[in-house]
């Protein structure tokens, strides 16, 4: 799960991550100093909107590989 700290849903994203650990379900968090909600579609091109993607799809890859 991926949040930037600026992003409306930040405490409530936590939250979710947290009781779904809690669960047992496998769940890694990444937060993403000063980006707000949607920031990756918006800004894909740049550094830090590639590196969160890069993120997502290696999070990905070791689940479903």
Known sequence: MGVGTLDLFHDEDLTYASRLQS?????????VPGAFHGFDG???????????????ATALRRALF
């Not at 669960?23 to 937060?31: D, H, K, L, R, S």
């Not at 918006?42 to 890069?54: D, K, Q, Y």
């Open 23 to 31: 669960a047992g379900v496998p769940c890694e968090v990444v937060t």
């Open 42 to 56: 918006m800004f894909r091109g740049t550094r830090v909107a590639r590196g969160f993607w890069e993120a997502q």
